[in-house]
């Protein structure tokens, strides 16, 4: 592993990796130090908040779907564990 940097990025949040990305396109050679995950906003924070709100949107219109004239047969229910997992998928992505 080589030990001789010209930069060095410390975190990968919002601007770490577009820092990292300028300095390598002079050719400096970059060095990224990141303790946990990559950013707040795509693992626990931003991203992930917003797949659930929308789950929670999707719930809340279907309650009031008949407000809208719109008829749906039974029960408006709320699978949990396929919000996260919908939730999941779109942080990986
Ligand atoms: C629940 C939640 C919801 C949010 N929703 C929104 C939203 O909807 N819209 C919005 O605009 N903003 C939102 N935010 C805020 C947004 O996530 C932050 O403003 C943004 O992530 C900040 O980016 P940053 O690069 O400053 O820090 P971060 O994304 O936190 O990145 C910093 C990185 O540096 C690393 N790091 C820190 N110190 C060290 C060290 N000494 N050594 C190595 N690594 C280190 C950390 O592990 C982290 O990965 C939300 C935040 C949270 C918590």
Not at 27 to 48: D, H, M, Q, W, Y
Request: net charge positive.
């Amino acid at each position: 592993m080589a030990t001789d940097f010209d930069a060095c990025v410390i975190g990968t949040g919002q601007s770490g990796p577009a820092v990292a990305a300028r300095l390598t396109g002079q050719s400096l050679k970059t060095a990224i130090i990141e303790r946990k995950l990559f950013g707040t906003c795509v693992n626990v924070g931003c991203i992930p908040i917003k797949t659930l709100v929308a789950s929670a949107r999707a719930a809340y219109m279907g309650r009031r779907a008949a407000d809208f004239g719109v008829v749906i047969d039974g029960a408006i229910g709320i699978d949990m564990k396929r919000v996260k997992a919908r939730k999941d998928e779109v942080v990986r992505q």
